[in-house]
T-cell receptor, first 113, second 113 residues
Framework: QQQVKQSPQSLIVQKGGISIINCAYENTAFDYFPWYQQFPGKGPALLIA?????SEKKEGRFTISFNKSAKQFSLHIMDSQPGDSATYFCAASKGGSARQLTFGSGTQLTVLP | KAGVTQTPRYLIKTRGQQVTLSCSPISGHRSVSWYQQTPGQGLQFLFE???????NKGNFPGRFSGRQFSNSRSEMNVSTLELGDSALYLC????????????FGPGTRLTVL
């Protein structure tokens, strides 16, 4: 059972544009929602994370929007750069723990120069 | 601070063999989690060890096992290898508290022939 659904599978944006990746979850016990960035040959690296007590969190060019009632959250990358080209994974976990993550299927982002 | 290290980085085995992968966490981290990454199933949680005890376990067969040593280093073992076990095996370490961050290693690429 896929508990975290991620879309789109791939995304191409122009340099300077906004990249938007969406995730939906089913398990209402989830209470920690991180986004990870993965470059080829590397392990995933935490980008930004949110807990359900807030609806939005911003760190630099990266923003998470969270809609608890719809059980959806999204990643917005403002002023996208070619260096942002990577695979992005949303994830979720429960019990307040940042471990035992359930990952989405990933989005391959390509930012054209 | 040195990151999470995994050895070996690449491994080729044949069906029926067994394999042991190693993970050295970031200094001071007591929690080590293992994930399997495949193109078809994505990133899936295997298990987590904390202070030499398995704390959480994912939905994988008993052929997958692990252990953690007193210095927090962890090993993962897969017995009776199957073709479907070909994957990138990722190790992640954290302090082990509820709100900490998981840091991933570069992974071990296992190919089963």
């Amino acid at each position: 059972q896929q508990q975290v659904k991620q879309s789109p599978q791939s995304l191409i944006v122009q340099k300077g544009g906004i990249s938007i990746i969406n995730c939906a979850y089913e398990n209402t016990a989830f209470d920690y929602f991180p986004w990870y960035q993965q470059f080829p040959g590397k392990g995933p690296a935490l980008l930004i994370a949110i807990r359900p007590d807030v609806s939005e969190k911003k760190e630099g060019r990266f923003t998470i929007s969270f809609n608890k009632s719809a059980k959806q959250f999204s990643l917005h990358i403002m002023d996208s750069q070619p260096g942002d080209s990577a695979t992005y994974f949303c994830a979720a976990s429960k019990g307040g723990s940042a471990r035992q993550l359930t990952f989405g299927s990933g989005t391959q982002l390509t930012v054209l120069p | 601070k040195a990151g999470v290290t995994q050895t070996p980085r690449y491994l080729i085995k044949t069906r029926g063999q067994q394999v042991t992968l190693s993970c050295s966490p970031i200094s001071g981290h007591r929690s080590v989690s293992w994930y399997q990454q495949t193109p078809g199933q994505g990133l899936q949680f295997l298990f987590e060890y904390f202070s030499e005890t398995q704390r959480n376990k994912g939905n994988f067969p008993g052929r997958f096992s692990g252990r953690q040593f007193s210095n927090s280093r962890s090993e993962m073992n897969v017995s009776t290898l199957e073709l479907g076990d070909s994957a990138l095996y990722l190790c992640a370490s954290s302090l082990g508290t509820a709100t900490d961050t998981q840091y991933f290693g570069p992974g071990t690429r296992l190919t089963v022939l």
